[in-house]
């Protein structure tokens, strides 16, 4: 089990309560490439909520962001989101 | 100067900037190579900011704009977003529209 792939599902899950919420750990896509110093891993998140109703994909990236808070400047190197709704 | 300083006057005096770990010729993240491939098919010239040459920016470029990655793209001084949204943007061709108006309006503003 991933511990970082299960603390992102728990904070989106708390905060967007996804219908559908798919999250891949691309970390060892990427591992030791120049851009990846420091240790944070690389992750798509596909999340299907109805909070992201009638907001720009901008404004949906931050709803993420936010609901992922200090994850974004430690476990997450990067983070590939597709955001969508039901 | 105050580094949230340079980095207003860099997107304000460059209508298209990308900031990107590498350059991109030589980019450093796939995420990075894939914002400045689709931002350089647009077929316009555009400024970037290689974040890993430049340590003050890389620290705060995030808090400038409240968006924690890069890249970012902006234009006309405001964040478009980063890798997922340029590439949006670039496949409905939105991109290239907002990219030819940002450039045009420089020369227009420049005659």
């Given amino acids: ?86 | 100067m105050d580094v949230l300083e340079r980095i207003k006057e860099q997107v304000e005096s460059h209508p298209v900037v990308l900031y990107m770990k590498g350059t991109p010729q030589l980019p450093q993240c796939g995420f990075s190579s894939r914002a400045a491939e689709a931002l350089g098919a647009c077929g316009e010239e555009f400024a970037y900011v290689n974040v890993l040459s430049d340590p003050e920016v890389f620290e705060n470029l995030p808090r400038f704009a409240d968006w924690p990655t890069f890249p970012q793209l902006y234009i006309n001084g405001e964040l478009i977003g980063g890798c997922d949204i340029t590439l949006e943007l670039y496949q409905s061709g939105d991109l290239q529209k907002m990219v030819k108006e940002a450039m045009a309006g420089r020369k227009t503003s420049e005659d």
């Fill in chain 1, 1 to 86: 089990m991933n511990d970082r792939v299960e603390q992102i599902r728990a904070r989106l899950s708390a905060a967007l309560s996804p219908v559908s919420l798919e999250i891949e750990d691309d970390s060892h896509l990427h591992a030791g490439h120049a851009g990846a110093r420091g240790g944070g891993g690389h992750f798509t998140v596909h999340i299907v909520s109805a909070a992201f109703e009638g907001k720009p994909p901008l404004a949906r990236h931050r709803l993420v962001f936010d609901a992922l808070g200090d994850m974004m400047q430690k476990e997450i190197h990067a983070l590939s989101i597709k955001a969508s709704t039901p």
